[in-house]
């Protein structure tokens, strides 16, 4: 059973514009959320994260949005630039839970 | 500092054969935990540490063994490789006692045959 689901595998994404990656999950218990951005050939690295007593947390041109009702949170990055272009997944966890939950990622691609 | 290390970056294995994966920080971070990638699959946790001595098997434990004797080491040791457990293995360490900020090693690209 995937708790958190991110249903689109790829996204492409004109210099300059919006990118929006969505992520869902199933599991109401989940109060902590992340991204990670993952380049080829390397590990993971943490991007962002907010907490369920938000529904928004920014830093520089990413913002994280948190719909709790709907159980979807979604990543924004404005402007999107070439050194965007990576995989990025969501990842959940439940109050002092030490396990972390990820989605199957969304692979970026920024054109020129 | 050189962070969350791990070797080696390669592997081809028989099945049936053991290995050790070898993990290190050198963050004095307490909490420890091995992922592998799969494609569609995600990021999936095979076993975690919150300190020396202490370990717990996540989503995937099933033909892996962890052991945690001092803070820096984490390695992962698969008993009989089986071609199933072809894949990209990740080590990850946190400064908290939970798997927040994690950082993440460069990655064992490991194929059984």
């Known amino acids: 059973d995937q708790q958190v689901k991110q249903n689109s595998p790829s996204l492409s994404v004109q210099e300059g514009r919006i990118s929006i990656l969505n992520c869902d999950y199933t599991n109401s218990m989940f109060d902590y959320f992340l991204w990670y951005k993952k380049y080829p050939a390397e590990g993971p690295t943490f991007l962002i994260s907010?907490?369920?007593?938000?529904d928004k947390n920014e830093d520089g041109r990413f913002t994280v949005f948190l719909n709790k009702s709907a159980k979807h949170l979604s990543l924004h990055i404005v402007p999107s630039q070439p050194g965007d272009s990576a995989v990025y997944f969501c990842a959940a966890r439940s109050g002092g839970a030490q396990k972390l939950v990820f989605g199957q990622g969304t692979r970026l691609t920024i054109n020129p | 500092n050189a962070g969350v290390t791990q070797t080696p970056k390669f592997q081809v294995l028989k099945t049936g054969q053991s290995m050790t994966l070898q993990c290190a920080q050198d963050?004095?971070?307490?909490?420890m935990s091995w992922y592998r990638q799969d494609p569609g699959m995600g990021l999936r946790l095979i076993h975690y540490?919150?300190?020396?001595?202490?370990?717990d098997q996540g989503e995937v434990p099933n033909g892996y063994n962890v052991s945690r004797s001092t803070t820096e080491d984490f390695p992962l040791r698969l008993l009989s490789a089986a071609p199933s457990q072809t894949s990209v293995y990740f080590c990850?360490?946190?400064?908290?006692?939970?798997?927040?900020?994690?950082?993440f090693g460069p990655g064992t690209r490991l194929t059984v045959l």
């Open positions: 540490s919150v300190g020396a001595g202490i370990t």
């Open positions: 990850a360490s946190s400064y908290s006692g939970v798997p927040d900020t994690q950082y």
């Open positions: 963050m004095n971070h307490e909490y």
């Open positions: 907010i907490s369920s007593i938000k």
